[in-house]
């Protein structure tokens, strides 16, 4: 059955979430569902996002696939298209697909930050597009953009991916500041670890590792606030923004002292 085809318009509001396959992304769809959304799940893997939508029977909402490559822009406007077509618009989009290749400094290579550039960012600025353009004609939404607390500050194995996630920090507090004007609330989210197949992977200690569930709880929350930033876990992300606020100096001594 091809799902996409078989949905029609009703009163509850549409989300829209890239990365949804997994990990976060796929927390915050069975959260969102829960709260009684119709969630657009977009991810590559097509079996996954069945089974989340699987996942969603007897909940208050639903969970509809939208398989999708987020680092294809053609892809992604028919895939927005379609979503607006099938559910008469799109209320809300997080933005979350993303990856953290682990890259040493002194095993630096460009491929390894074209790789995250590539879905980190311009991913999202894919998405962007179609969006911006739908919310600024309909006068309302808003947009939350999955960054990391990685990218308040440059941290150690983090180049590539720091760099992407401090450029959507940036990029956000850019777009809120114009598109509020039109209606259209930008966010951003800024996790520390979470537990998920993307920090399975890591070998280093992750201090204030959070369950993916009580994650995808603090972006609902924070989905329906009106604050710009969303960021969890509460201590680990206070600790980062008073190293963001450091001298230089002090700020290297301090991340060569922690390893
Ligand atoms: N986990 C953490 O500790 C943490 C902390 C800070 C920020 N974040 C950010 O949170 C987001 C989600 O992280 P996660 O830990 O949940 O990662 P994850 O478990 O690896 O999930 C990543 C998701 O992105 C999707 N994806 C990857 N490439 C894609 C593409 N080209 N097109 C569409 N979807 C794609 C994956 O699905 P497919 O493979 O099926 O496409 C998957 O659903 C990322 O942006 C990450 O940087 C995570």
Redesign the pocket.
Known sequence: MNVNQDKAPSDAPVIWI?????????AVAIAMAREGMVVAA????VE?LEALANQSTGLKGSIIPYP????DQTAVNKTVHKIIENHGGIDQAIL?????ISAPATGFTSDAVRQQVE??LM?VCHCLEPLIAFMTKRGQGTIAI?????GYRGLPRAAG?GAT?AALINMAESLNSELSDVGIDIKII?????K????SKNQFPMPFLME?DKAAQVIVKGMKGRSFEIRFPRIFAAILGLLRRLPYPLYFWLIRKAG
Not at 18 to 26: C, D, R, V
Not at 96 to 100: D, K, L, S
């Open positions: 890239t990365g949804a396959s997994q990990g976060i992304g796929e977009s991810a590559r893997n996954r999708l490559d987020v680092t979350n697909a993303g990856t953290y879905l980190n991913g999955n960054a990391s607390l990685a991916y996630k800024n996790p520390g670890f979470v998920t197949p993307l920090t993916v």
